[in-house]
């Protein structure tokens, strides 16, 4: 009996390794053979000539059906051999051969020049979208300042002591001959920082709205901050008079100032650093007061509180 059961264990064990031996070849010769896949990539146009900018949004993504061997398309997955690639799609030989801005061109036709991108072992069967159409416009620049959108929050006892230097302070931006017209200047992405107790040296990103775009992405922001005090410091009033404004007299010349002055230039502040006035232009006999402005002070220093922010006037008799 027991050379029977060792005969039938010797028998089990031919057999199952004849069947992994089978299933091995089954799945190199699968594993040969040509399969499909489908994957999608980022997509990059190249080739634009500089005068042009497209007028509708190009696609972001392209999906595409490849051919290779099914042992290359396995690993590429288990690997992510195309993690962050990106295909680049040259229109320039299109532009140069068209005569008008509108420019359609078929992806399927670019299969070859794709192929290459992803290399020899590689052929790729369809692109969708399988065709574009694209609208040019010719591009418009113009120079404008770099403004800096800021959510400041300084620590206790800390200040910005001096004006915000940005480098550079302008730039040449491209884009839509509207869009550009009505661009005075652009922004850059916000600046926020909490409890700041030393000076601001970053780095910021340039949000740019529409089609506008420019080869300069961002900028350099600098903003000194040291230890400030609050000051007080009475200021007389100017009358700002022109030729067509009425004739007035103030009941009250002179308000308080209160400011905050980094600590380094204290004692030099003073009076003779400020120029507070009221526009005469703005009375009349419905208006009981006018507006105190703040017309010229020096850059380091914050107006916290003007008192009274408005005072009483008398229109002369002309």
């Known amino acids: 009996m027991y ?143 770099v403004a800096v959108k800021t959510k400041l929050n300084f620590a206790k006892g800390y200040g910005q002591s001096g004006p915000m230097k940005i480098q550079p302070d302008s730039i040449t931006i491209v884009g839509k001959d509207e869009e550009i017209n009505e661009t005075d200047s652009i922004f850059t992405f916000i600046l926020s920082e909490s409890q700041i107790n030393k000076s601001i040296n970053r780095v910021i990103g340039i949000d740019f709205p529409g089609s506008i775009q420019s080869n300069q992405t961002e900028v350099t922001v600098n903003i000194p901050v040291e230890q400030v005090s609050e000051k007080q410091l009475t200021c007389p009033i100017e009358i700002i008079q022109t030729n067509t404004s009425p004739k007035i007299q103030l009941l009250h010349a002179q308000v308080a100032l209160k400011i905050r002055v980094p600590n380094s230039i204290y004692h030099q502040i003073s009076v003779d650093d400020f120029k507070l006035g009221v526009y005469a232009q703005e009375a009349s006999p419905t208006i009981s007061k006018l507006i105190v402005r703040v017309l010229i002070k020096p850059s380091n220093v914050e107006v916290l509180d003007i008192d009274p922010p408005a005072v009483e006037y008398l229109i002369k008799a002309m």
């Open 3 to 145: 050379p029977a059961r060792q005969n039938i264990q010797r028998n089990l064990w031919v057999f199952f390794n004849c069947l992994l031996l089978s299933s091995v070849l089954w799945l190199l010769n699968v594993m040969n053979q040509l399969h499909t896949d489908i994957i999608k990539f980022p997509v990059e146009f190249v080739g634009i000539p500089v005068n042009l900018i497209p007028v509708n949004k190009l696609p972001e993504n392209i999906q595409m059906k490849i051919q290779a061997s099914g042992y290359r398309l396995m690993m590429n997955r288990l690997r992510k051999t195309w993690a962050g690639k990106i295909i680049k799609i040259d229109l320039g030989k299109d532009l140069i051969s068209k005569n008008n801005n509108l420019l359609a061109i078929s992806l399927q036709n670019k299969r070859h020049e794709i192929s290459e991108q992803l290399g020899n072992q590689y052929t790729v069967l369809s692109i969708e979208p399988d065709s574009l159409r694209i609208q040019f416009d010719l591009k418009a620049t113009r120079k404008v300042p």
